[in-house]
T-cell receptor, first 116, second 115 residues
């Protein structure tokens, strides 16, 4: 079975450019999460969706960041304009969530973003 | 607020030694989930175990074992007879039970297993 798919795996861009990260969750999963990993801040949740609806975006750093989930099989995280401090590894994760149970999150391979 | 503390930043052991990774958590919730994830040098995050707060039984899976003690808010992870392939960063994480399931991660423990 395919796991969580992220693209691109690596992205190098210049300050001020728009960056779009993509994620395809595991088929049948109804929760999707975007995390960012840096040396300084570790792993931090940016936003998560349940059934394609954003539930908690309190971790989104600022208005330059936006995330969408137009359908159950695709999500994007966009940074516009990008800044050098956005350089990090961005992970997408998915899980199955019901009212009565919670299951572990499965992570994609990550996108390593470098903003020059 | 939830918090996970992994006080050990880095641990180095020689192959075949046993090693325990500590995890202490803070939460006001009476029900919650605890997790361990492994991040090998290749960078992906690999799920290892989930434990809910109702179940304080220790769990063993091959060379891995987990000790959950609610009284001390700890969820420690032991690798028996460590191997070089165990070298990775290990993260402990906490999640509320119900009403949203975002993970709060600790800062991770870098484990280096040498020959």
């Amino acid at each position: 079975d395919a796991g969580v798919i992220q693209s691109p795996r690596h992205e190098v861009t210049e300050m001020g450019q728009e960056v779009t990260l993509r994620c395809k969750p595991i088929s049948g999963h109804n929760s999707l999460f975007w995390y960012r990993q840096t040396m300084m801040r570790g792993l931090e949740l940016l936003i998560y969706f349940n059934n394609n609806v954003p539930i908690d975006d309190s971790g989104m750093p600022e208005d330059r960041f936006s995330a969408k989930m137009p359908n159950a099989s695709f999500s994007t995280l966009k940074i516009q304009p990008s800044e050098p401090r956005d350089s990090a590894v961005y992970f997408c994760a998915s899980s199955i969530r019901t009212e009565s149970s919670y299951n572990e999150q499965f992570f994609g391979p990550g996108t390593r973003l470098t903003v020059l | 607020a939830q918090k996970v503390t992994q006080a050990q930043t880095e641990i180095s052991v020689v192959e075949k030694e046993d090693v325990t990774l500590d995890c202490v958590y803070e939460t006001r919730d009476t029900t919650y989930y605890l997790f361990w994830y492994k991040q090998p040098p290749s960078g992906e995050l690999v799920f290892l175990i989930r434990r809910n707060s109702f179940d304080e039984q220790n769990e063993i899976s091959g060379r891995y074992s987990w000790n959950f003690q609610k009284s001390t808010s700890s969820f420690n992870f032991t690798i028996t007879a460590s191997q070089v392939v165990d070298s990775a960063v290990y993260f402990c994480a906490l999640s509320r039970m119900g009403g949203g399931n975002k993970l709060t991660f600790g800062t991770g423990t870098q484990l280096k297993v040498e020959l």
